[in-house]
């Protein structure tokens, strides 16, 4: 009984699930674990020349299990440095490229530049005021009185997203010439087109909630067709 016993407990240690959590922590998981034994194994071969053709093999199995690295330029040298990673740095081959410092990898991006100045009108957002100062820099002539026109019209609709009573052209021009500083005039005489009486514009995330709720109305109505055809 005792050396049957044995025999459970040995067969039940060999059968012991390891988690990767128990297991040494990968470099770059993306590669997995097979690559990582690759590397580990590559480290202890003696014969200097046979190390560097292990590590070319080894860089072309990345490469298949990383289709996209050639996305990216020099996609070659990104794989040479993530085997140097894979490594902790300690590999001594004859590569193409250099081995990068682990201090590179530590390195944190550079902050995004956020533009902080206040927004002058927000119901027409920053973007315009953008625009705004594009069309401010072009001289005088048909193409700057397009672009004021193709101008107002957007600020108009943008203007009736919010506020659902009309607006007058002029109230466009002079929120124009107000956010421009005066660098705009608007042309005496430009008119905008007539916006249709059923014309709706719709707050940004309106239209999906719109579409969920039509559908959930036809689906109702379906059900109620197939009940009273069961009746």
């Not at 530590?106 to 920053?126: C, D, F, M, S, W």
């Amino acid at each position: 009984m005792s050396k049957l016993k044995d025999m459970e407990n040995n067969n039940v240690d060999t059968c012991k699930l390891l988690y990767n959590t128990e297991r040494v922590k990968l470099y770059i998981p993306e590669y997995g674990r097979n690559v990582q034994k690759m590397v580990d194994y590559l480290k202890t071969i003696e014969d200097r020349e046979k190390r560097n053709e292990q590590a070319r093999a080894i860089i072309k199995v990345m490469e298949i299990l990383n289709p996209a690295v050639h996305l990216e330029e020099d996609f070659e040298h990104k794989l040479w440095d993530h085997l140097f990673i894979i490594s902790g740095f300690d590999l001594d081959i004859d590569a193409p490229y250099p081995m990068p410092a682990p201090e590179s990898l530590n390195q944190k991006p550079e902050p995004v530049p956020l533009n902080t100045k206040p927004i002058k009108a927000t119901h027409y957002g920053r973007n315009i005021e953008s625009i705004i100062d594009l069309i401010a820099e072009k001289e005088d002539g048909e193409v700057k009185t397009a672009m004021i026109r193709q101008l107002a019209v957007y600020m108009r609709q943008q203007y009736l997203i919010w506020n659902k009573d009309t607006v007058a052209d002029e109230t466009i021009f002079q929120d124009i010439e107000k956010l421009s500083d005066g660098r705009i005039k608007v042309p005496e005489g430009i008119q905008l087109s007539r916006i249709d009486s059923g014309a709706t514009f719709a707050r940004p995330g309106m239209n999906q909630g719109k579409g969920k709720m039509q559908n959930q109305r036809h689906k109702n109505n379906n059900m109620k067709m197939r009940n009273k055809q069961h009746k």
